[in-house]
């Protein structure tokens, strides 16, 4: 799959085909029926609201039709495990701020998923469609700012070489400006290691 190094270190690529036209009309449709205002991770199993997090979202469940992109996921990543896709959509003023993907696993909850997944390795974010203005996915740490464009996804590792959260992988979803913007998160575990162990050392990408 072809693809462009938006950074080195961090990894941060930037996959302009992943999706294909009628999959991403399909996913849009299928989050749009079951839309609810998007929570975050918290000590309550079924996630909080939160201030941070504007948009609204919808899980897609293991539906036949968007397997294949969890597949393909797993098949650029080489990681075995894929949650189940989420679809996210913001309108004018949505947002989601700064902040990161893995578990804090010096939180109850954050030591619970990660003993039941494993870690959050890496993130597929694709992006359904494009928003008329705004809605750029941005990198503070790294100076990074991503455009939304129809069917391409942009991917990440989360982890540092010994294991442990990589600070500079913090992210967000600035807000829309004009427009509606859908996205679709595809995370992927990492299998349980013991803390500290090496990253997988197969989550370096293909060459292009
Ligand atoms: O919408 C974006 O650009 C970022 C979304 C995001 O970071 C998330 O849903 O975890």
Sequence with gaps: MHFEVLHRDPLILFI??????????????????AMERSKVVCNDPSGCIDARRTSESAHLGLDPLVEPI???AREFSRLATCE????????VGQEFKPHLDQFDTSTDVGKR????????????????NEPAAGGATVFPEVGLSV???????V???????????????????APVTRGRK??????????QQPAGTQINPQLQPRAP
């Design 16 to 33: 302009p085909e992943f999706v294909s036209a009628e999959e991403a009309v399909y996913c849009i449709a299928a989050g749009d029926r």
């Design 70 to 72: 969890r597949q393909r």
């Design 84 to 91: 189940t896709l989420q679809v996210v959509r913001y309108d």
């Design 113 to 128: 998923e990660v003993r039941s997944g494993g870690q959050r390795g890496a993130t597929f974010l694709v992006y359904l």
């Design 147 to 153: 455009l939304p464009k129809a069917r391409a996804a």
């Design 155 to 173: 991917f990440w590792r989360h982890q540092l070489p010994n294991g442990r959260t990589d600070p500079r992988t913090l992210h967000g979803g």
């Design 182 to 191: 859908y996205a679709m998160n595809c995370w992927l575990r990492l299998p």
